[in-house]
């Protein structure tokens, strides 16, 4: 059974730095795309960042300079380094992984539980 396990949320002031972690239990298996996705009350779920398994990133724009996503490919593990964090970027972040089988070409989908991050002015 493969399983996202997040951490790393919390309660931060405005102009802090939080960073999550995101580990898939999937040693067995291949780990393609990973992302974080956030959802605030009211709004809809919206992709934070992305990284392929060759490490190509992707940013919306509301937080380019500021966060970075990263991965590690042996430990199955991406994670969203988060500086200047703003109020605007209090939300639930969940992680993202498409996994599938090693050698396969059928990847599902799969998230984490979420992870409360509020941001304090």
């Known amino acids: 059974q493969v399983q996202l396990v997040e951490s790393g949320g919390g309660l931060v002031q405005a102009g802090g730095s939080l960073r999550l972690s995101c580990a898939a239990s999937a040693s067995t298996f291949s780990v393609r795309d990973m992302r974080w996705y956030r959802q605030a009350p009211g709004k809809q779920r919206e992709l934070v960042a992305g990284i392929s398994s060759g490490g190509s990133t992707n940013y919306v724009d509301s937080v380019k300079g500021r966060f970075t996503i990263s991965r590690d490919n042996a430990k199955d593990t991406v994670y969203l380094q988060m500086n200047s964090l703003k109020p605007e970027d209090t939300a639930v972040y969940y992680c993202?992984?498409?996994?599938?089988?090693?050698?396969?070409?059928?990847?599902?989908?799969?998230w984490g539980q979420g992870t409360q991050v509020t941001v304090s002015t």
């Open positions: 993202y992984a498409e996994i599938g089988r090693a050698g396969g070409v059928i990847f599902n989908v799969y």
